[in-house]
């Protein structure tokens, strides 16, 4: 990003190095997501690293914790929240040690503690070292701070090291893409004065030197906007951006996944085979049987709704329906493309593949929805991943056999041509 500047100029030096400074806000603005990724994630890291708060932690749960919250709550004794700012840590270190002993030497603090607590004697810990203690107190603060994780560490369950896998938070984001928009920002001033300043020096000279703040700075866009690199660069980070956008765009045509369309009647799968646990076959019929599953007919409706809920208006429409002698027009929601072949039965009775892998947990759908991509890499993926369901299926044995003297693993789909492009295409 060469901006050109007039040589034998005392300005020289200064947009030489306005060149550097805008070289050097760019790679600071490239690199600062990974700067803060990396930042982040050490600060994650560190607390489940080992260090003092999760030995503090262990310490602080086997020999405080029936007495003593880290927050400002009394149990037996104090809330340990602020403890360490209430009192030194040589003092702190001597008390876990022996309270009594602190107590005797007529600490006025100590003192007026004890019988505050009208005289509970705390347990003494001679064992615990120095950095013991203070590792206990690290912890204490560390809890004392962030509340949530402490709530969940003081019920056993290991919330707080869960969360720190997760990825970055929305707000994270949003503070780098902020980040980031600023950065744009000043670059694109930076740009402007340096420019201006070039310009200057260049026409130092020229006719017009008062020529009005606004049209140089117009002229000094427009020579930004004309600068060759500028320009070839924002077209190829355009064309990038374009092909990405197509590149993903061609692999979605025809992907449906997430498809959840109204249909004419509001029926339930999360009441019917959720809350009324009504078998998937007695409507799907077709899928122990053959290539379709089936939808069931008004007929099949009719063996319940003959009686159940007749007056209700989503129900009248199925009395239409019959009445009218026309199917209910369902909206159909899976649909794979001619060329390929797909086979309930197979899947479904030979393969004992269970519903739930292909269609997503249906029995808790108010609406039904299409949950996998129906993509051909969704297919080849289970066939490559998935054990043949050998079990009480003679046909399988001699294949078994054969397979189980050439390979170690167990027989996949992939193995008995799950892959073979015949299978699936006609
Ligand atoms: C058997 C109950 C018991 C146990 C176990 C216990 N404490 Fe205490 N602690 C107390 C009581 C009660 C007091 C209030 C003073 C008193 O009555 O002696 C107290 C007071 C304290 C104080 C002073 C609090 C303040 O507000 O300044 C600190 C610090 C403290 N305990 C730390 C610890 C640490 C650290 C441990 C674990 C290593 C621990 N205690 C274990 C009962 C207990
Ligand atoms: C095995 C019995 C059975 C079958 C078959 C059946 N349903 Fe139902 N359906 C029920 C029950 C039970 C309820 C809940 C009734 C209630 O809320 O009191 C219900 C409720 C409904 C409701 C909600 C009615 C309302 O207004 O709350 C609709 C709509 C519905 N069914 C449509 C259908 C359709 C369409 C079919 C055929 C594809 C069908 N049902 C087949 C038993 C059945
Ligand atoms: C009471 C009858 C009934 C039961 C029981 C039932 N379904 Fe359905 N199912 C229907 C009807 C009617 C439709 C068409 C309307 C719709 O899409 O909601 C349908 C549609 C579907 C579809 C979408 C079809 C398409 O258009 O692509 C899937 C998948 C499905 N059911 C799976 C299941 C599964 C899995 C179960 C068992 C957990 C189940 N169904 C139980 C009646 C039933
Ligand atoms: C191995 C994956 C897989 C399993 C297991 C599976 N389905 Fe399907 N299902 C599909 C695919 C793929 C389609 C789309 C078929 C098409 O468009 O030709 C489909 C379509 C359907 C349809 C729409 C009607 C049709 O046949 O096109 C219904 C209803 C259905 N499935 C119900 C079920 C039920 C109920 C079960 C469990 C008993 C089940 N499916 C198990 C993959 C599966
Ligand atoms: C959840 C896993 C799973 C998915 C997804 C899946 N299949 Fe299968 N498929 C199987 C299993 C298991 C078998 C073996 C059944 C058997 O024992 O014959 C099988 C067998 C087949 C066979 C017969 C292969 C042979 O050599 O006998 C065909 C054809 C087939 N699948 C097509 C498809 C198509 C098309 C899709 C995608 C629309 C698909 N499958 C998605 C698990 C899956
Ligand atoms: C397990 C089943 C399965 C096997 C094996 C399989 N396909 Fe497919 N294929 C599909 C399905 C399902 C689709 C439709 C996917 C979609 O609509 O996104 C598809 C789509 C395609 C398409 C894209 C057609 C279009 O209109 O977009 C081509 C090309 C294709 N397959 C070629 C092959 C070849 C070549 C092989 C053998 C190396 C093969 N397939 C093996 C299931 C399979």
Same mark, same amino acid.
């Given at each position: 990003m060469y901006i050109p500047f007039p040589k034998n100029s005392k300005f020289c030096s200064f947009i030489k190095c306005s060149n550097r400074i805008v070289a050097l806000v760019l790679a600071i603005m490239l690199s600062t997501p990974v700067l803060l990724r990396a930042q982040d994630s050490t600060a994650?890291?560190?607390?489940a690293g080992g260090g003092d708060v999760a030995k503090g932690e262990s310490l602080f749960k086997n020999n405080c914790a029936q007495c003593h919250a880290v927050t400002d709550e009394r149990v037996v004794g104090p809330g340990l929240k602020g403890a360490t700012s209430r009192q030194d840590m040589p003092w702190l270190i001597k008390w876990v040690r022996n309270s009594q002993a602190v107590i005797a030497s007529g600490d006025p603090y100590a003192v007026k503690l004890y019988n505050e607590y009208s005289k509970a004697q705390m347990t003494s810990f001679p064992n615990l070292s120095e950095d013991d203690i203070?590792?206990?107190?690290a912890y204490v603060d560390q809890a004392a701070t962030a509340p949530a994780p402490t709530a969940a560490a003081a019920g056993g369950a290991p919330a707080a090291t869960g969360a720190a896998d997760s990825g970055p938070s929305d707000l994270f984001m949003i503070v780098v893409v902020a980040l980031v928009v600023v950065m744009l920002l000043v670059l694109g001033v930076l740009l402007v004065i340096v420019s201006l300043l070039s310009k200057a020096v260049a026409g130092g000279t020229e006719a017009a030197p008062k020529a009005d703040f606004m049209t140089r700075l117009s002229t000094s866009l427009k020579n930004f906007a004309m600068d060759s690199s500028i320009r070839s660069a924002t077209i190829w980070v355009f064309a990038l951006l374009v092909l990405k956008a197509t590149i993903d765009g061609a692999f979605n045509v025809g992907v449906q996944q997430g498809y959840a369309p109204k249909q004419p009647i509001s029926f339930s799968h999360k009441l019917h085979a959720g809350e009324y646990k009504i078998d998937c076959n007695y409507c799907h019929t077709g899928v122990n049987r053959g290539k379709s599953a089936h939808i069931p007919s008004a007929n099949i409706c009719m063996n319940c709704h003959g009686v159940i809920k007749k007056e209700s208006p989503e129900i009248q429409?199925?009395?239409?329906?019959? $009445?009218k002698n026309q199917p209910i027009e369902w909206v159909r929601v899976h649909n794979l493309p001619d060329l390929a072949y797909f086979n309930h039965a197979q899947h479904v009775n030979v393969g004992g593949v269970e519903c739930e892998n292909c269609h997503g947990d249906v029995a808790q759908m108010e609406v039904i929805q299409q949950r996998s991509s129906l993509t051909m890499g969704w297919c080849?993926?289970?066939?490559?991943?998935? $054990?043949?369901?050998?079990?009480?299926?003679?046909?399988?044995d001699k294949l078994v056999q054969l397979h189980g003297s050439e390979s170690k693993e167990a027989l996949k789909v992939a193995d008995i041509g799950g892959l073979e492009c015949s299978k699936c295409h006609y």
């Open positions: 994650a890291a560190a607390p203070k590792s206990i107190f429409k199925i009395y239409t329906s019959i $009445e080849i993926d289970c066939h490559r991943k998935t $054990e043949v369901n050998t079990k009480d299926n003679q046909y399988y």
